[in-house]
């Protein structure tokens, strides 16, 4: 299956930190998207970075993209305590209309 | 910014019984929406994408006579889960697809917690 990867599982780090999140995948993408899901709630998204782009930023987060390696991260600098969510890659693969391929999710917990 | 709702937020109800859960894009028009489901702690799991006017298209191991989908307009569709059992229970999360003007970016609702007892 397309299912994206990711790890580590689990992290915890301290506020102030940086946490870097890292996902794979198995076949061609338009483009590969991040987002953030709270306990129990829905899905933020956070950004979005499109198979001929390498490199993204939007504040605090910075997302790469490397196609040959079929692999993304996403690395959160100084890291908040409201920051503590999951955190789902998820492909646009293509000729897949559209539907999004979420990876495992990594739980990000940011003490104080 | 593009907004989804989902309704109900929260149901609970008895083994057999049906439940309808709506999907709106309250500020735009969609004509491809989909369901997914998740179940704790895991990820979500696309079960069918629903296109405005045409029967949906449902992922390889969902049963389409159990979970019913209407997309009757541009801005609402309906997954039924028909008589429910207690492994149906799970988190159901829509996302609309906007016409225009970023095709790119899905907007995800805010789910539905379903507990079947």
């Known amino acids: 299956s397309q299912q994206g990867e990711e790890d580590p599982q689990a992290l915890s780090i301290q506020e102030g930190e940086n946490a870097t999140m890292n996902c794979s995948y198995k076949?061609?993408?338009?483009?590969l998207q991040w987002y953030r899901q709270n306990s129990g709630r829905g899905l933020v998204h956070l950004i979005l970075?499109?198979?001929?782009?390498r490199e993204k930023h939007s504040g605090r987060l910075r997302v790469t993209l490397d196609t040959s390696k079929k692999s993304s991260s996403l690395l959160i600098t100084a890291s908040r305590a409201a920051d503590t969510a999951s955190y789902f890659c998820?492909?646009?693969?293509?000729?897949?209309?559209?539907?999004?391929?979420f990876g495992t999710g990594t739980q990000l917990k940011v003490e104080l | 910014g593009a907004v989804v709702s989902q309704h109900p937020s929260r149901v609970i109800c008895k083994s057999g019984t049906s439940v309808k859960i709506e999907c709106r894009s309250l500020?735009?028009?969609?004509?491809?929406m989909f369901w997914y489901r998740q179940f704790p702690k895991q990820s979500l799991m696309l079960m069918a994408t629903?296109?405005?006017?045409?029967?949906?298209?449902?992922e390889q191991g969902v049963e389409k006579d159990k979970f019913l989908i209407n997309h009757a307009s541009l801005t609402l569709s309906t997954l039924t889960v028909t008589s429910a059992h207690p492994e149906d229970s799970s988190f159901y999360i829509c996302?609309?697809?906007?016409?225009?003007?970023?095709?790119?970016?899905?907007?995800f609702g805010p789910g539905t917690r379903l507990t079947v007892l």
């Open positions: 996302s609309a697809f906007p016409t225009s003007p970023t095709p790119d970016t899905q907007y």
């Open positions: 500020d735009f028009q969609a004509t491809t």
């Open positions: 970075i499109r198979s001929n782009e």
């Open positions: 076949t061609s993408i338009n483009n």
């Open positions: 629903s296109n405005e006017g045409s029967k949906a298209t449902y």
């Open positions: 998820a492909t646009d693969v293509t000729g897949g209309g559209n539907k999004l391929t």
